[in-house]
T-cell receptor
Framework: NAGVTQTPKFRVLKTGQSMTLLCAQDMNHEYMYWYRQDPGMGLRLIHYSVGEGTTAKGEVPDGYNVSRLKKQNFLLGLESAAPSQTSVYFC????????????FGQGTRLTVV | GQQLNQSPQSMFIQEGEDVSMNCTSSSIFNTWLWYKQEPGEGPVLLIALYKAGELTSNGRLTAQFGITRKDSFLNISASIPSDVGIYFCAGQRAGGTSYGKLTFGQGTILTVHP
């Protein structure tokens, strides 16, 4: 059971570079989420998706874009990385919004220098 | 910004002691979830609550969904060293413009001294 898989696990970017984080889930879940985790800030929602082809803004969407072209994949893009985007990024998925469990990936540690 | 206020931010306790943490919100949630995160890992679900007033246990863990639907608490009884980690509450609404949105609290860092 792969569950939720995030790639890459680690990355170092220079300011201004772009990159895409990939999240893949094999549980046929409708809902997918991208969070960032910073010390003392908990998990803050960047963007989320309630189904294939849909996306919505979370609490901290600026500087990020997402796409959900396939149900099993949720991509997070950084068009022009900034040091403030240094963080640990987590992807999660859940079957529906009915309160079912959200499963998390192992995280991507991103450093922007 | 963050809609869930979780407290305390950190706890240092002796093995065997009981632990209590809570989460409050200005918004009504249909679901409350409690997660634990260990170093280098993603959060893992401990307890899910679906009804106002619901009290649910999972081993030494007990959580309640507040009657107002704006708060929840988690208790850990007789703590052991492996309880160490960061505990997060999370709330989810089932309707409105925030349909499907899962919001987390800031987390409670638990340290257990043997």
């Amino acid at each position: 059971n792969a569950g939720v898989t995030q790639t890459p696990k680690f990355r170092v970017l220079k300011t201004g570079q772009s990159m895409t984080l990939l999240c893949a889930q094999d549980m046929n879940h409708e809902y997918m989420y991208w969070y960032r985790q910073d010390p003392g800030m908990g998990l803050r929602l960047i963007h989320y998706s309630v189904g294939e082809g849909t996306t919505a803004k979370g609490e901290v969407p600026d500087g990020y874009n997402v796409s959900r072209l396939k149900k099993q994949n949720f991509l997070l893009g950084l068009e022009s990385a900034a040091p403030s985007q240094t963080s640990v990024y987590f992807c999660a998925s859940s079957y529906s919004s009915g309160g079912t469990e959200a499963f998390f990936g192992q995280g991507t540690r991103l450093t922007v220098v | 910004g963050q809609q869930l206020n979780q407290s305390p931010q950190s706890m240092f306790i002796q093995e065997g002691e009981d632990v209590s943490m809570n989460c409050t919100s200005s918004s009504i949630f249909n679901t409350w979830l409690w997660y634990k995160q260990e170093p280098g890992e993603g959060p893992v679900l401990l307890i899910a609550l679906y009804k106002a007033g619901e009290l649910t246990s999972n081993g030494r863990l007990t959580a309640q969904f507040g009657i107002t639907r704006k708060d929840s608490f988690l208790n850990i009884s007789a703590s052991i060293p492996s309880d160490v980690g960061i505990y997060f509450c999370a709330g989810q609404r089932a309707g409105g413009t925030s349909y499907g949105k899962l919001t987390f609290g800031q987390g409670t860092i638990l340290t257990v001294h043997p």
